[in-house]
Each structure stands twice: as structure tokens, then as C-alpha cells.
């Protein structure tokens, strides 16, 4: 409805001004508050998480690394698809870290995401980290995108995104 009131106020504001009715009726249409409490934001607990990251351990590597990154690192979907292998080679205060392309960020690498990174990667040293299960081609290639704007919707954001949907589900089962 939100979307919906500014064409219709717009609809009769256009028909009063041009003299076609005397009072707009959509004048005093107003919208209710909602108040979105920030503190009670749906979000996976730990057992939960746990849960996505045992689901993904059994798929494959690839979505064990794309839910390591994603869910024990707080990193965005096109933050976890465009990790290189070469991005977590650092070492910091005695730590491997991953180094952020295109951010000044630095995140200190947990025992378990590392594991997860390292299997991922095999016996690869360079070139992307994710890849996909059946072609083998990285995630964020960008014949993808060309694809989606061609009008197949089998993009890497919804592919890693429906990653993440698959492996919830199976939990639930």
C-alpha cells in the first residue's frame, strides 16, 4: 500500500488541479507508523548457525567456505563471493588474516573459517576461492551477470543466497 498512496494522491492532485473535481479525496490519506524494534531483529542463534555450518560441511566445500565467511565473519554475499585465495596468505601478530579488496579492512582469521578456506582451496594458490560444485568456474564470474541481463537468473548473489536458503531448509528437515 505504501508504494500504491503517492500515485493515487498524485493521480487526484492532477485531476484538481487541472479544475476535473473540486477536493482531491486522497488529501488527508495518511500511512501508520511502523516501529521496527532494532534489538528484535530476527537472526540465527548459535545452535542455528551451527546447524547451517554442519548442513554446509556435508554439501560441499565451496558452501562450507561461502558459510564460514558469511556467518562467523559477517561478510556480505559479494564480499565472500570475491575472496581470492591469495586475500587470507597474511600473516599479522602471529594470525593468518583475510585482507578485504577494496576496503582498508583486515579480519584476524578463527581456527574454524581457516579450516573451511583452507578445503575450499585444495591444492589451488591463486585465483578465486569459491567455486562452483559442478562447473568448477569461480562464483563471481561475470558471464553470470551477462546471463542475468540476458534473462537467465541464475546469478552468482542468488546462487550463494540460495546457498545459504538450501542448507537452512535441510536443517529444519
Known sequence: MAHHRPIIRGYYSFAQINGYIDRSPAALIRMLRVFIDASRAMGLD???LCAVIQCARASSRSD???IA????????????CNVKIEDYQDIEGGHR????VGKPATIPLAVPVLRALDAAAGERTSGPLLLRNKSGEAVNNPTHRRRDQAGDHDTWHRNCIGTFCHLWDAKAR
Open 97 to 100: 588474516v583475510l585482507r578485504l
Open 69 to 80: 565467511l558469511m556467518g562467523m565473519l559477517g561478510l556480505r554475499v559479494t564480499e565472500a
Open 46 to 48: 548459535r545452535m542455528e
Open 64 to 66: 562450507s567456505a561461502l
